[in-house]
């Protein structure tokens, strides 16, 4: 039996007063699992920009190059 149908045979076995308070459980867990994710998501992001950052070192340009390559007279 799967862990679904595991869930879903004690859920039924449940009273609906028992149920409100399951449901609040169930959503927090959603909740966390969800929280998670987008953690995970915006380390990854995290983790390529201090990437980009260490090879943007590498191709440094002095502000007053820059400045001129812009048109601007600093």
Known sequence: MSYREQCIEIIN???????A?????????????????DDAFCMK?????????????????PIEELAGLAGVEL
């Open 45 to 61: 992001l995290y983790e390529e920009y201090l990437k980009d950052l260490r090879t943007e070192g590498e191709e440094f340009i």
């Open 13 to 19: 076995g449940f009273s609906e007063k028992y149920l």
């Open 21 to 37: 308070d399951v449901l609040l459980i169930l959503k927090a867990a959603k909740k966390a699992e969800c929280e998670a994710e």
